[in-house]
């Protein structure tokens, strides 16, 4: 995939047991004018092109997604307008994001509510309800 308009890329690398990766965080917007898809992918300098099929394996997912979390503050204070949508490509993947939301959940309440996606239907999140996806906004 290249990258097209209306894209946001923040590019950081993890470091782990495989050595340096590059890694972009991607907010493009969804035919919903205020919700924007976050994608997390790995980042080929060389071409340009992102992959978010690729399973890394690092070792340092904490890292990524605490890098992540402060990637979603710094986007939505200059994009308070902006809700963020995501998913993961895989059942397992989506399994993750939710385990991370859990972990992480009295931390992320404070900056944002926090929606999952269940049945086509919006609520609240709870912690272990197993969501198709997520949507977060600025408090």
Do not use: C, W
């Not at 999140?125 to 197993?130: G, M």
């Amino acid at each position: 995939m290249l990258f097209k308009p209306n894209f946001h890329g923040f590019f950081f690398e993890s470091i782990g047991s495989k050595g340096v990766i590059n890694k972009v965080v991607a907010f493009r917007q969804t035919s919903v004018p205020s919700i924007y898809n976050l994608g997390l992918a790995d980042y080929d300098p060389n071409t340009g092109e992102i992959d978010d099929t690729i399973i890394t394996d690092n070792g340092d997912m904490e890292k990524i997604l605490a890098t992540i979390f402060q990637i979603v503050i710094y986007y939505l204070s200059t994009n308070p307008e902006h809700i963020i949508y995501f998913s993961g490509n895989t059942l397992s993947r989506t399994r993750l994001y939710r385990i991370a939301i859990n972990h992480s959940l009295s931390e992320i309440t404070s900056f944002f509510d926090v929606l999952g996606l269940i049945n086509s239907q919006l609520e609240p999140f709870t912690a272990n309800k197993a969501y198709e996806a997520f949507l977060i906004r600025k408090k």
